[in-house]
Structure formats: C-alpha cells, structure tokens
C-alpha cells in the first residue's frame, strides 16, 4: 500500500501561482511513477503531468506544457506540481497518483491515488 496526500490547493487570481504537494508513506516510494491529474465539475479526470521513478523523465499535458512543472525527492517521498500563469480553466480538484505503468498519461496506469486538492482559479 501507498498512502498519498496533496497539499497546496487554494484560490488564486489569473496569472498567479500555485505548488501543489503530494506526500507518500507505505512503500518505496522511488519504486512508482507519480502522476497528477485534475477534474472539474461534469468533467472526466484529465492526466496533467508524470515522471517516472528516478525522475529522468517528465510528461506533460499539452494544455499546462510551459507553465507547470513536476518535480520529485525521493529522499523526502515527495512529488511537486509548480503551477505557474494559472488560467480559469485550470480549475479542478488535482490528484497525485503512484503506478508503476508508463508512460503514466492514463488513469489506469495508476494503482494508488490521494484524495485531491481544489485549485480555484479567478479571473
């Protein structure tokens, strides 16, 4: 088992930022790729961006290519989404997600998921 929990939601003007957190417990963490998507209201869970298991490689949606950038520690068993140029249209409840299926771009290429963030974006 894989705990996660996400931190940072929060409200936010257009063009602001945000860093979002995912913290993890349970099992070695640096054995997984981590992921994070977001769902809006009436919407499916959209894939956001991945990276894999050592942090080499990163995967990104076309829509937040350029303003967010996901990070990970291993060391700490902590994954990072920096949100950067926020739009409206970024909000969404964001998910951190632990699977060991890549290239990690689909909700189930994930196993282990936390219980979400609000990100509210104003204009």
């Known amino acids: 088992q894989v705990q996660l929990v996400e931190s940072g939601g929060g409200l936010v003007q257009a063009g602001g930022s945000l860093r979002l957190s995912c913290a993890a417990s349970?099992?070695?963490?640096?054995?997984?790729?981590m992921g994070w998507f977001r769902q809006a209201p009436g919407k499916e869970r959209e894939f956001v961006a991945a990276?894999?298991?050592?942090?080499?490689?990163?995967n990104y949606a076309d829509s937040v290519k350029g303003r967010f950038t996901i990070s990970r520690d291993n060391a700490k068993n902590t994954m990072l989404l920096q949100m950067n140029s926020l739009k409206p249209e970024d909000t969404a409840v964001y998910y951190c997600?632990?699977?060991?299926?890549?290239?990690?771009?689909?909700?189930?290429?994930?196993?282990?998921w936390g219980q979400g963030t609000q990100v509210t974006v104003s204009s």
């Open positions: 997600a632990a699977g060991q299926v890549l290239p990690g771009t689909r909700p189930y290429h994930y196993t282990y």
């Open positions: 990276i894999t298991s050592s942090g080499a490689r990163t």
């Open positions: 349970g099992r070695t963490f640096s054995n997984y790729v």
